[in-house]
């Protein structure tokens, strides 16, 4: 008997509910292919609708192929009327999620998730109110297309703080503003890499989405080894002119380091000697602990460094705005780019952000987010000198990760595996090299996203899978 709820006091006619359902039906395959549908009248009784309404919905049905009318003996679902069920896409539909755990049912995973700002920590009320009177006093230009490098407003602003607080040298027209720092790197790269042999020299380890944008816009990765303080300058090829060096000087991604005035200075002597750029990531600089944070490599030679930055660490992923900031000499062709790309990022959520810095909500933000982040690498150093006292914790003081070394263990994809089941996610730091076999007894734990007491709990977890290896 085929039988379904109707919802009279839904927007949709009866008619539109009775035909959509036996049309999912179909394409589902709940209803066979030939299978014979009750009459009309019985349809509707068992649905509690008038029989107009399920002639109307037959009717349409059979105009769109559905269904088929055959004389004397009924209404049936017409060949062909859904897609072929493959068994195998059967079998993943049936089968229990590959990542489901068995903390799944009661406890909820712990994610040590690096880059992951705080949520809850968003300041939702003053960006509301800002986001109103932004839309209500905002020039009517902000409502129509607007230039590809950004709207002037948080250009400026922006210059000003970045001279403050990074020692960035620039004028507020060369910087673009971005969809994230993963567009400004995807156009950087479009931009530099002309040459079909051509290679970007990038940071080993380094995230694999960095990776993944270099090569997916053509050009070929140089893995250069980084150690504890960072990328190691005399392993640059000597002959081979790289199209642009990446590095994350500040605090390197994922093994923590902060690279030394003097390896700065080789970089840039490199890049002098063999004509090329160097392109600096400085996705979480403001959260430093212990000290001062070092200034940008931009500040030491603005015609040789193109300088990458994003809110998304900062404030929220969310809000999609990066920025570039280019040598005069590339400015045209990047915004050529950055035009052809998505025309401009949006002009209402840069006017908000620019309110936003201007009135000193940013500055503000950062110092309470930094207290935040403080205590939580803190409570995530004191957990794992309590429940690991063998680990070795890496890197400087700051950002939103830290690197965990472990002698004697191998953060292999079983054992990793095998601490999920305990019900918490950390990430080896061989996942993130490209050169294998160099870490593996090291794990990124981030802190930014998670409480303290998750992170105690998470680090409980932690210990208990590497007990049970």
């Known amino acids: ?12 006619p009866l008619t539109t509910q009775v035909y959509e359902q036996v049309r999912s039906r179909i394409l589902r395959q709940e209803l066979a292919e030939g299978e014979r549908l009750p009459s009309s009248r019985e349809l509707a009784a068992n649905i509690g609708v ?9 009717d349409r049905l059979t105009a769109e192929g559905y269904l088929e009318g055959r004389p004397q003996t009924g209404t049936y679902v017409a060949a062909g009327s859904s897609f072929e069920r493959h068994r195998e896409t059967e079998q993943k539909r049936l089968a229990p999620p590959a990542a489901v755990t068995r903390t799944e049912a009661g406890t ?46 948080l250009r400026s602003v922006l210059a000003r703080y970045l001279l403050q607080a990074r020692g960035v040298r620039c004028h507020p027209d ?8 993963t567009q400004a790197l995807h156009l950087i790269t479009e931009l530099l890499s002309r040459k079909k042999d051509g290679c970007v020299a ?18 070929t990765v140089l893995p250069i080894p980084v150690d504890d303080k960072g990328i190691i300058p005399e392993e640059l090829p000597a002959e081979e002119k790289p199209d642009f060096i990446f590095v994350i000087p500040s605090h390197q991604f994922p093994l923590g380091g902060t690279l030394p005035i003097q390896r700065r200075i080789q970089l840039l002597e490199y890049a002098r000697r063999m004509d090329c750029c160097i392109v600096e990531d400085d996705y979480d600089s403001e959260f430093t602990y212990e000290g001062a944070a070092v200034h940008s490599m931009q500040g030491l030679d603005p015609e040789r460094v193109i300088y990458v930055g994003t809110f998304s660490k900062i404030l929220s992923p969310a809000l999609r705005i990066g920025y570039a900031v280019l040598p005069e000499r590339f400015i045209p062709e990047y915004r050529r780019l950055k035009w052809f ?3 401009h990022t949006s002009s209402l959520e840069q006017m908000i952000l620019a309110r936003f810095m201007e009135e000193g909500y940013f500055e503000r933000h950062i110092r309470r987010m930094k207290k935040i982040y403080r205590k939580r690498r803190e409570a995530l150093v004191r957990s794992l000198q309590q429940e690991l006292p063998q680990a070795k914790i890496l890197g400087q003081s700051a950002g939103m990760h830290l690197v965990v070394e472990i002698p004697g263990m191998r953060f ?33 734990m981030g802190y930014g996203g998670l409480t303290a007491e998750s992170i105690q709990e998470g680090v409980v977890r932690l210990r208990r899978a590497l007990e049970n290896e």
């Open 50 to 58: 008038s029989r107009n309404v399920v002639l109307e919905a037959y």
């Open 412 to 444: 292999t994809q079983y054992m990793l595996r095998r601490i999920h089941l305990e019900g918490v996610h950390v990430y080896a730091v061989e996942h993130y090299a490209i050169h294998k076999g160099r870490h593996e007894q090291q794990i990124v």
């Open 1 to 12: 008997m085929l039988w379904f709820d109707v919802d009279r006091s839904a927007a949709a």
């Open 341 to 343: 790309a998505d025309r």
């Open 174 to 181: 060369q910087i673009v503003i971005t969809s994230g720092a």
């Open 202 to 219: 990038v940071e080993d380890p380094v995230t694999d989405e960095m990776r993944t944008i270099f090569t997916y816009a053509g050009s």
């Open 108 to 153: 909820a995973t712990i994610d040590f998730r690096a880059a992951h700002p705080a949520a809850d920590y968003f300041p939702r009320t003053v960006w509301g109110r800002l986001a109103k009177e932004v839309c209500l006093d905002a020039p009517e230009r902000v409502f129509g297309y607007n230039r590809a490098e950004g709207v002037p407003e």
